[in-house]
């Protein structure tokens, strides 16, 4: 997917930096780019522990940096049980630190560009996946991360955006034996048409940020939601027990855009008065 979004970005015209730890792999994109009469450099720095290093390739090459796509992620399966610390810190950490150390040594560069974009891959396994918990949990933190700095920037220039992308890439093919959802990963679900919606969220003119589900032509803006909450009358395990069958409840899905929302939600139905004893501009 990484390859695509490389090849996409600089069919539109972007100066690319092509990060691959596998450095043949990183040469082999760039040269593809400038075969096509793009412009792209490689570069096969770990994002973990030389993202420095990464982010000086593009300032050197290029003496500006306005656009991160954070891809970088492995994938391995086994119970949490079974695995390994060391592996399951690994896959954690590429999928992870890799993302905050890269936007750690970007970011001061994104804002000074006055038009910078910042896109993390995330995954819909963020929900909850069995045998890839340390790829799941990773995925996660980097949803949490993206919102939480795109709150911190939102008075900046910079545009912060995270993806949870189903496409047919070398780490999804084992994940889909039956031959009629092959069929449809092959042929709808293209890595390419994640790197489309990426390469217009990279665009200074796109105002758009947020979490989205992406996948083919279509993609749908991610929000936490809760279901009505409900109360017992008396914060006793006995009351809790007496009342449970209404946990699980439907009804009308409530979102929660930010923990701010989800506090508020909290307070005002236990304590509606406490909304007259707020200032408004908690509300906003």
């Known amino acids: 997917m990484g390859r695509e979004h490389a090849l996409m970005l600089s069919s539109r015209g972007a100066c690319v930096v092509v990060n691959d730890v596998r450095a043949d792999a990183a040469i082999r994109t760039a040269e593809d ?6 412009v ?20 050197s090459q290029y ?7 954070n891809n970088a992620g492995i994938l391995r399966h086994g119970t949490f049980a079974e695995m390994s610390s060391d592996d399951w810190w690994q896959i954690f950490d590429v999928s992870f630190k890799g993302v905050i150390e890269v936007s750690r040594y970007a970011l001061p560069h994104l804002l000074e560009s006055r038009s910078g974009r910042l896109i993390n891959l995330a995954s819909n396994a963020m929900m909850g996946l069995a045998n890839v918990t340390a790829y799941a949990s990773a995925k996660a933190a980097v949803w949490a991360f993206g919102n939480s700095l795109a709150l911190e920037t939102r008075d900046s220039n910079l545009q912060v955006s995270t993806l949870l992308p189903v496409a047919w890439t070398p780490m999804t093919e084992r994940a889909f034996t039956n031959p009629t959802l092959q069929k449809v990963m092959k042929t709808d679900f293209p890595a390419s048409a994640v790197s489309a ?19 083919g ?33 439907d009804g009308d899905l409530v979102p929660l855009r930010s923990a701010r929302e989800s506090l508020l939600s909290q307070l005002l139905f236990v304590a509606p008065e406490v909304k007259s004893e707020l200032p408004r501009a908690f509300f906003t």
């Open 63 to 69: 003496d500006r940096l306005d656009i991160v796509v």
């Open 40 to 59: 792209a450099v490689p570069d096969s720095h770990d994002v973990v522990t030389e993202a420095s290093a990464l982010v000086q390739t593009a300032l």
């Open 197 to 215: 919606f990426v390469t217009w969220l990279s665009h200074q003119d796109t105002r758009l940020q947020g979490s989205f589900e992406v996948g």
């Open 33 to 38: 780019i400038q075969a096509a009469g793009g």
């Open 217 to 249: 032509v279509s993609a749908g803006q991610l929000v936490p939601s809760t279901y009505p909450r409900f109360k017992v009358s008396e914060a006793t395990p006995e009351a809790w027990a007496k009342d449970s069958q209404v946990a699980f409840q």
